[in-house]
């Protein structure tokens, strides 16, 4: 029974980490890039290997049209505007993850 929990367990993650990679390729990687190294049109910093928690209070803040860092708030508005609060969190769980 052990093992079954344990088996179960994983695979949600491995599914959750799949889906938020895919999720990264649709919505963030035409400007961060590939694996989120890239200066996003030339103005953020690379997002990989960021704090989770600063990830999420970015993605938090630009969702509620609060956080407007470099111009760029109304476009990441619009990015994020989709995401729950658990996509957020799952979201800088997986960026955090990647390599700087």
């Not at 996509?87 to 800088?92: C, F, G, N, P, Q």
């Amino acid at each position: 029974m052990k093992k079954y929990l344990l088996l179960m367990f994983v695979s949600s993650h491995m599914l959750l980490m799949a889906g938020t990679a895919g999720d990264y390729q649709n919505k963030c990687a035409n400007c961060h890039g590939a694996h989120a190294k890239k200066a996003a049109l030339g103005k953020s910093a690379a997002i990989a290997g960021k704090s989770a928690n600063r990830l999420i209070r970015d993605l938090e803040g630009y969702k509620a049209g609060v956080l407007n860092k470099k111009g760029m708030g109304g476009l990441m508005k619009a990015q994020v505007k989709q995401l729950s609060t658990k996509e957020i969190k799952a979201m800088a769980r997986y960026l955090s993850s990647l390599p700087r």
